[in-house]
């Protein structure tokens, strides 16, 4: 089993800025990388962004190319999306998953495991 701990959420204004964390435990050595997803009241879960551990590559939706950066540490097995010029549109909640099919990042199929999840209000 893998466990994910997501934290950093909060209330703020457009434009400001947050990072969330997304803390991995159990056995992360079954997992291919860490995708972050958010969920609107009313709406469906979406693709934010997605590291892999062995390549470092990383993937974004265009909602967030350019204002979002997804990275990780290895030693510490956690991951961070650093949210920048954050606007309403952006409020949620945001999970993060691991992948354990090793592609598929832009798809919730693909991770088997979920965080409980983090808020993130943007004010106008």
């Known amino acids: 089993q893998v466990q994910l701990v997501e934290s950093g959420g909060g209330s703020v204004q457009a434009g400001d800025s947050l990072r969330l964390s997304c803390a991995t435990s159990?056995?992360?050595?079954?997992?291919?990388?860490v995708g972050w997803f958010r969920q609107a009241p009313g709406k469906e879960r979406e693709f934010v962004s997605a590291?892999?551990?062995?390549?470092?590559?990383?993937y974004y939706a265009d909602s967030v190319k350019g204002r979002f950066t997804i990275s990780g540490d290895n030693a510490k097995k956690t991951v961070y999306l650093q949210m920048n010029n954050l606007k309403p549109e952006d409020t949620a909640v945001y999970y993060c998953a691991a992948n354990s099919v090793g592609n598929a990042y832009y798809s919730t199929w693909a991770y088997a495991h979920w965080g409980q999840g983090t808020q993130v209000t943007v004010a106008s």
């Open positions: 590291i892999s551990w062995g390549t470092t590559d990383t």
């Open positions: 159990g056995q992360t050595e079954s997992i291919y990388g």
